[in-house]
């Protein structure tokens, strides 16, 4: 899968929910990944999806659908130090390497 | 502190020159990917190593060249710098049979 496609920026307040959608070419699909990154550190992962539905981790959730080629990461109880770059990325065609998508930058504020 | 060390942290260096950007991985794994992330392209794929070997080649350029010691320290090495090669350059790692890779603190290039 390559040809990611996600919001370039999101705006939310404290204590909201926010879900940051992705879309993704589903030919050779082998797994959709949500990373985070504040800016000038390293990505770290939050999820990996590879069957359809909808994982649960704390305050983070990532939802999958392989035939729409469609996920999305839910974020609840926002807080201010979640302001960051969320990344989408699924693997290459040959199962090898990970591709991203731009990011998502969002802003939290109080 | 993800276990996956990067240096140096900033390099500044001139249009044309040669560098080499160190990466050890996480103990115990066996893979090192590199990426490039720059402003007006996000996060980019390179080339991954695995146990020494090359196992696959992403958006790498010709003057870019990788590899992994027998200790799985990885370098990469980039020459004729250009302007455009200005970025953060990450390593990552993950453990044999996870999908979960772990990212180095990143090297911060700057070409004047």
């Known amino acids: 899968g390559q040809n990611i496609d996600q919001p370039t920026e999101m705006t939310a307040t404290e204590g909201a929910i926010v879900q940051i959608n992705c879309t993704y070419q589903t030919s050779g699909f082998n797994g959709l990944f949500w990373y985070q990154q504040h800016a000038g550190e390293a990505p770290t992962f939050l999820s990996y999806?590879?069957?359809?539905g909808l994982e649960e981790k704390g305050r983070f959730s990532s939802f999958l659908s392989r035939s729409k080629g469609y996920s999305y990461l839910l974020l609840k109880e926002l807080q201010m130090k979640d302001s960051a770059s969320y990344l989408c990325?699924?693997?290459?065609?040959?199962?090898?390497?990970?591709?991203f998508g731009k990011g998502t930058t969002l802003s939290v504020s109080s | 502190d993800s276990g996956v060390t990067q240096t140096p942290k900033h390099l500044i260096t001139a249009t044309g020159q040669r560098v080499t950007l160190r990466c050890s991985p996480r103990?115990?794994?066996?893979?090192v990917y590199w990426y490039q992330q720059s402003l007006d392209q996000g996060l980019q794929f390179l080339i991954q190593y695995y146990n020494g070997e090359e196992r696959a080649k992403g958006n790498i350029l010709e003057r870019f060249s990788a590899q992994q010691f027998p200790d799985l320290h990885s370098e990469l090495n980039l020459s004729s710098l250009e302007l455009g090669d200005s970025a953060l350059y990450f390593c990552a790692s993950n453990p044999r049979g996870s999908h979960e890779q772990f990212f180095g603190p990143g090297t911060r290039l700057t070409v004047l």
């Open positions: 990325a699924d693997y290459n065609q040959a199962g090898t390497a990970l591709i």
């Open positions: 999806n590879v069957l359809d």
């Open positions: 103990s115990g794994d066996l893979s």
